[in-house]
């Protein structure tokens, strides 16, 4: 009997190969075993995803339509349709679609996953990659499954492969993987990876349980049980959207089950339930969440502030979007953003990443000392600003990074939307540094709350360890991050994660 299918594609696939599509589909349909319907609907068991366009959808905000890569790239993936569209590739491609949909009959539509569900790990790809990293450690092996290949080297903790990992998420779902593992030898490495770019294991591994999840909670897991996150992904290098930050926003300071994170967040529990495993995977769960309590509530939809949330995150989200002429002049209040910490973290350049105008700056020359690793330093602030869609500006100040302006950093934090603090590792004295910075802007941490950026460790090879240590001795819970200001998507991202405590009512309490 012919099943019915929906197919749909990404909001960036050129219109005329959608159209294309449209009609390939009245022919190719008579000779398929099913039938194919081209829809708009988020619903869809297909989606066609343009993975040469850069805004394209990421692959887990539809997390049950299994995706077709659309690509001008020649490619070994099964899963990828070349450009443009032909008669022949989606005719083979669609009857091997409704092959694997007839073997995995439970991925058929996107229904609403069972609270029972559990993820059986040794059936997924994840699995077996997680035991063969575990039995070779500090080896190098390759995976070979569906005709591709994933070079995995366990002492550098980084994966090589031909392909962008998002091509791979059709691989990840799949059940019952019969991949390939063998060894390499150093000399047969460096031949075959030289030229293949590289991914951090830990963004693989992210990325498999996200994909592979479905909406399956791992098997020691249930839906009821307290989750609490003892550190935050490194979201500079692993994909997210910012539905994504305000679930572990709640992970992370407050104690709570998937089931209450559903009521309060109003997000899918399939996706939330994917987050959750792709955490445990990384280690970032607390074995032993600290005591339950009270959780506060998203503040309603029409409120001022999470509406100015809103806009913020969509204007940094969308930079380019042309903005009505600033009105800073009838606001009732100034909204800023500040950026504190270290000489040299890159407060400057922070700003210069989300500023409309160039950054206003008050330099100086530096001290002896702050010479051998900088010219000037700023001496009272720096200035930017960008304008909300509605007109709205938002300033960004930098406070002076030496202790003898310190009676600025308290001037330019007071009544500040956000603060976001930036410590050099490859200063020698980073660790007092933070101490300094935690210790100076406590009061306004403790009522408002920070993040933290660490900056240079591309360049020192250092972890969070140290800092994560400063943290918890002074009892403060703050998303931490190693950051590289000169990349745009660092910048936004912290100012993303500082957003999301603002869309919390800490008046009211979840009952």
């Known amino acids: 009997m012919a099943t019915n299918y929906s197919i749909t594609t990404d909001k960036n696939v050129n219109p005329k190969e959608h159209l294309k599509l449209s009609l390939l589909l009245r022919v190719i349909n008579t000779k398929l075993d099913d039938n194919w319907q081209l829809t708009d609907n988020n619903d869809a068991n297909v989606i066609i995803i343009d993975v040469d366009n850069k805004t394209s959808t990421h692959h887990y905000q539809n997390s049950h339509a299994f995706p077709i890569y659309f690509s001008e790239t020649k490619t070994d993936n099964p899963w990828c349709l070349a450009k443009p569209i032909r008669h022949g590739d989606l005719l083979e491609l669609l009857q091997k679609v409704?092959?694997?949909?007839?073997?995995?009959?439970?991925?058929?539509?996107?229904?609403?996953?069972?609270?029972?569900?559990?993820?059986?790990?040794?059936?997924?790809?994840?699995?077996?990659?997680?035991?063969?990293?575990?039995?070779?450690?500090?080896?190098?092996?390759?995976?070979?499954?569906?005709?591709?290949?994933?070079?995995?080297?366990?002492k550098k903790q980084r994966c090589y492969c031909a392909d962008n990992l998002d091509l791979f998420t059709p691989i990840f779902r799949l059940n019952t993987v019969n991949a390939n593992f063998s060894i390499m030898q150093p000399f047969e490495w460096q031949k075959v990876t030289e030229n293949l770019p590289s991914y951090s294991l830990d963004s693989l591994l992210w990325q498999m349980a996200l994909s592979g999840s479905q909406g399956q909670l791992l098997d020691e897991y249930t839906i009821d049980q307290v989750?609490?996150?003892?550190?935050?992904?490194?979201?500079?290098?692993?994909?997210?959207?910012?539905?994504?930050?305000?679930?572990?926003?709640?992970?992370?300071?407050?104690?709570?089950?998937?089931?209450?994170?559903?009521?309060?967040?109003?997000?899918a529990q399939t996706e939330i339930i994917d987050f959750i495993n792709a955490c445990a995977i990384l280690g970032l769960l607390h074995q032993k969440p600290s005591a339950k309590q009270y959780l506060p509530i998203l503040l309603s939809k029409a409120s001022p502030m999470r509406s100015l949330v809103s806009k913020i995150v969509s204007r940094l989200k969308n930079p380019e979007k042309q903005a009505k002429e600033s009105q800073a002049s009838k606001q009732n209040q100034e909204v800023k953003i500040v950026f504190a910490g270290s000489p040299c973290a890159g407060k400057t350049t922070a700003i210069a990443q989300i500023s409309e105008i160039p950054p206003v700056t008050t330099e100086a020359l530096g001290t002896d000392e702050l010479k051998q690793r900088k010219?000037?330093?700023?001496?009272?602030?720096?200035?930017?600003?960008?304008?909300?869609?509605?007109?709205?500006?938002?300033?960004?100040?930098?406070?002076?990074?030496?202790?003898?302006?310190?009676?600025?950093?308290?001037?330019?934090?007071?009544?500040?939307?956000?603060?976001?603090?930036?410590?050099?590792?490859s200063s020698q004295e980073a660790e007092q540094d933070i101490h300094l910075y935690l210790d100076e802007f406590a009061d306004y941490i403790k009522d408002n709350g920070a993040v933290v950026g660490i900056t240079h460790t591309d360049e020192t090879g250092n972890t969070l360890e140290k800092?994560?240590?400063?943290?918890?001795?002074?009892?403060?819970?703050?998303?931490?991050?190693?950051?590289?200001?000169r990349e745009r998507d660092h910048v936004v991202m912290m100012v993303e994660v500082m957003l999301s405590r603002l869309e919390l009512d800490l008046t009211k309490l979840a009952e």
């Open 98 to 154: 409704s092959e694997h949909f007839a073997k995995n009959s439970s991925k058929k539509t996107k229904a609403f996953v069972s609270k029972q569900a559990r993820l059986n790990l040794e059936q997924k790809l994840l699995g077996q990659l997680l035991q063969h990293i575990i039995q070779h450690a500090g080896k190098k092996f390759v995976v070979s499954c569906q005709n591709v290949q994933l070079y995995i080297d366990t």
């Open 227 to 267: 989750f609490q996150l003892k550190q935050w992904p490194d979201f500079a290098n692993l994909p997210y959207d910012y539905a994504m930050i305000k679930i572990l926003y709640y992970l992370f300071h407050y104690p709570c089950s998937i089931r209450e994170l559903v009521d309060i967040t109003k997000i």
């Open 375 to 425: 010219q000037t330093t700023t001496v009272a602030m720096d200035y930017g600003e960008f304008i909300l869609e509605d007109g709205q500006s938002i300033h960004i100040y930098g406070t002076p990074g030496q202790q003898r302006f310190q009676h600025m950093w308290h001037i330019l934090v007071k009544g500040a939307l956000g603060l976001i603090i930036l410590v050099d590792d």
């Open 467 to 485: 800092y994560l240590d400063v943290l918890h001795e002074k009892h403060l819970y703050l998303p931490m991050f190693a950051v590289d200001v």
